[in-house]
């Protein structure tokens, strides 16, 4: 979970968190969001390229919700690693989400459409660059710098370090979810442990600080992709506290 893990300084901190097997709970998680102009979908899971792990359930989870894929407006893309890509594309190589226009930003796009991509072990950059190839043949993709509005009361806000161009989304004024940029409840009165999956550990560690800073004088709930939980966030000197939900 942590690059350079050293069990005798963190341990003390991390081990209250363990579950009884001696791991980090953690989950895999999309958002659905009920926008007032229509429902805004944040990643879409592994689809079917989890292999051997018990993932990729995110169509299970809208149909158990009534929700079919031709209902979702906007599909926003945090970032191309496989965990929030698989799900965009479809059996049979088509758009999972036909009707959805698709949210990436210019920095992500151009990262996994890279020759650097196409360079990383065990084939991980082809995920993102079928989807990419996917959305651009079906006229689905909108390519965003900066922050922009991509529903009412739902922003894209830019959160780089993670990948080049990962997004965060702010709902309303009540709730961050901050997508990868923080990958465990840890993440918040440790914001410099930085993720093994962490493209730029520096830059996620000053863009998870930031959020962090937002959320506290925002009153924000803070939720996260691989967080097993949510809650506000408040400082605490120069660092910050969780209080879960």
């Not at 998870?208 to 809650?231: C, E, F, I, N, Y």
């Amino acid at each position: 979970m942590f690059r350079g893990y050293d069990d005798a300084v963190q341990g003390p901190f991390v081990r209250p968190y363990l579950d009884d097997d001696g791991r980090l709970a953690g989950r895999l998680a999309a958002l659905l969001i009920e926008a007032p102009d229509g429902l805004v979908l944040v990643d879409a899971g592994y689809g079917g390229s989890g292999g051997e792990l018990d993932a990729g359930h995110v169509h299970e989870e809208l149909a158990a919700l009534d929700v079919r894929p031709w209902d979702i407006s906007k599909v926003v893309i945090t970032h191309g690693h496989a965990d929030h890509v698989g799900g965009l594309v479809g059996p049979r190589s088509d758009p999972s989400f036909p009707d959805a226009r698709h949210v990436i930003h210019r920095r992500e796009a151009d990262f996994w459409a890279s020759d650097e991509a196409g360079e990383l072990p065990d084939d991980a950059g082809e995920p993102a660059l079928t989807a990419l190839r996917v959305l651009l043949a079906g006229d689905l993709l909108d390519v965003v710098a900066g922050d922009i509005e991509v529903g009412k009361g739902v922003r894209a806000v830019e959160a780089p370090g993670h990948t080049p161009g990962h997004l965060a989304v702010v709902i309303g004024d009540a709730l961050l979810w901050a997508g990868d940029a923080l990958v465990s409840q840890l993440n918040v009165p440790h914001p410099e442990w930085v993720s093994a999956a962490d493209m730029d550990g520096a830059r996620n560690e000053e863009t998870r600080r930031a959020l962090l800073a937002r959320a506290a004088d925002h009153r924000w709930v803070v939720a996260a992709s691989h967080m097993p939980v949510a809650g506000a966030v408040a400082r605490d000197g120069d660092g910050f506290t969780l209080v879960a939900r």
